[in-house]
């Protein structure tokens, strides 16, 4: 019996946008795949799956063979959705064809936007300016009894790091959680699709290097926030790829 394959769609960056040397010294560097693949490991379900990454930023051919594929996380990204990049149609194109196999998905802030817009949303440069910090969230009604917030106080902080936000969802979708500049921090598309704005995959050290270069002092804006990974284990149950486990 085969184990389940989840693949992580990396968004990181238009090419040549960054400076590789800033990541020397954070997990995975610049490679957000790698860095994924880590936090599976320390959530302890690495060893149940069949995971792989795709690069789609730098071009990396997505995935043609959908039947092998059971779930799917679309990561963030230092572009905008409006720049409407080659690799970013190319994604849209490839999001279009997951979503008639009604399988998993989770977007992570610019996957969050770029789902949106994809379904029929909307995603505006947000007038408040950056989104920055580790900073709590409020639930909707339907967020307090939703699976991806299982476990989760009513106000859990999260890392944000946006200067674009959803303004309207997709036809259909469901708010499950807000901040006063985030009419819509948390969705759910219907169709076994979620999506958030804030980042509950990665660590308060790599948020602080994406401000590296654009704004260091906003760096300090971070601290850590114990289990907010968790999040990410709560979607893969929810996806159906891993049963409970222990983390």
Request: aromatic residues 8%.
């Amino acid at each position: 019996m085969r184990r389940p394959r989840l693949l992580f769609l990396s968004q990181f960056a238009n090419p040549g946008s960054w400076n590789p040397q800033i990541w020397r010294r954070v997990l995975g560097h610049d490679d957000e795949a790698a860095a994924f693949e880590a936090l599976l490991d320390s959530l302890g379900v690495l060893d149940g799956l069949d995971f792989a990454g795709c690069h789609a930023h730098m071009g990396a051919p997505l995935p043609d063979d959908l039947g092998a594929i059971d779930a799917v996380v679309l990561g963030g990204s230092f572009a905008s959705v409006a720049d409407a990049y080659p690799w970013q149609q190319a994604l849209q194109a490839w999001l279009l064809r997951w979503r008639a196999t009604g399988k998993p998905l989770m977007g992570i802030c610019g996957g969050h936007q770029l789902m949106t817009v994809t379904l029929g949303g909307r995603v505006e440069r947000s007038p408040a300016g950056p989104e920055v910090g580790s900073l709590p969230v409020t639930r909707t009604p339907a967020g307090r009894s939703h699976p991806l917030f299982a476990g989760f106080g009513d106000e859990a902080p999260f890392f944000f790091g946006n200067s674009d936000r959803v303004v309207e969802p997709s036809p259909g979708a469901t708010v499950l959680a807000t901040r006063p500049n985030l009419p819509a921090a948390a969705l759910d598309h219907g169709g076994n699709w979620v999506s958030v704005q804030f980042h509950p995959e990665t660590t308060c050290d790599r948020m602080a290097t994406c401000w590296a270069e654009i704004d260091a002092a906003r760096g300090a804006a971070y601290h850590f926030i114990p289990g907010c990974e968790r999040m990410i284990l709560n979607y893969l149950r929810l996806a159906g790829v891993v049963g409970t486990v222990a983390a």
